[in-house]
T-cell receptor, first 113, second 117 residues
């Protein structure tokens, strides 16, 4: 167990809806990154949050947005869901933004129908 | 472009034997880390081993070791004395160091490893 928890574990949404995924980072970690992992593929970096501000973003459209709270937990929001958004969403926390040791949660499996 | 390529989609090995997973990467940067992650059916990504690019000595962690060839941009993982619990998907990844990039892991497509009894 890494101490990083994600909720919910599974989720089914309809195309066009909005979804919020949650991540509680490991105690003492102030940096959270989000990844999208399509079935049979490697994870793709969505964005990173450091001390409540976005600190780097991958090649994802603006309908993917996030938040980080004062306790360093984080949310990933996706608007106007598309079928291709179906994937495993992984959250990873690190002690700070310059630290390379990332601890991953178990992920949220999102299915868009 | 920064990419990671794992050319072996699937591999299998007999229990107690040795297996090597291949990985090549492409970057023009000099300061980076390389990683191997394991993802079992439980889905949680677990760090197996990490290598700093500036270190010539290959990293080892118990039964896991790497062969890091910086000039060739190659980073293979050797698993010795394979165990049934090693069955998982293995991802090679790297991270460029720098305040705007640290934390951004670039992953390969993965290699599914099955350890047979």
């Amino acid at each position: 167990e890494t101490g990083v928890t994600q909720s919910p574990t599974h989720l089914i949404k309809t195309r066009g809806q909005q979804v919020t995924l949650r991540c509680s980072s490991q105690s003492g970690h102030n940096t959270v990154s989000w990844y999208q992992q399509a079935l049979g593929q490697g994870p793709q970096f969505i964005f990173q949050y450091y001390r409540e501000e976005e600190n780097g973003r991958g090649n994802f459209p603006p309908r993917f947005s996030g938040l980080q709270f004062p306790n360093y937990s984080s949310e990933l929001n996706v608007n106007a869901l598309e079928l291709d958004d179906s994937a495993l969403y992984l959250c990873a926390s690190t002690p700070d933004r310059l630290n390379t040791e990332a601890f991953f949660g178990q992920g949220t499996r999102l299915t868009v129908v | 472009a920064q990419t990671v390529t794992q050319s072996q989609p699937e591999m299998s090995v007999q229990e107690a034997e040795t297996v090597t997973l291949s990985c090549t990467y492409d970057t023009s940067e000099n300061n980076y880390y390389l990683f191997w992650y394991k993802q079992p059916p439980s889905r949680q990504m677990i760090l197996v081993i990490r290598q700093e690019a500036y270190k010539q000595q290959n990293a080892t962690e118990n039964r896991f070791s790497v062969n890091f060839q910086k000039a060739a941009k190659s980073f293979s993982l050797k698993i010795s004395d394979s165990q049934l619990g090693d069955t998982a998907m293995y991802f090679c990844a790297f991270m460029i160091l720098g305040s705007s990039n640290t934390g951004k892991l670039i992953f390969g497509q993965g290699t599914t490893l099955q350890v047979k009894p």
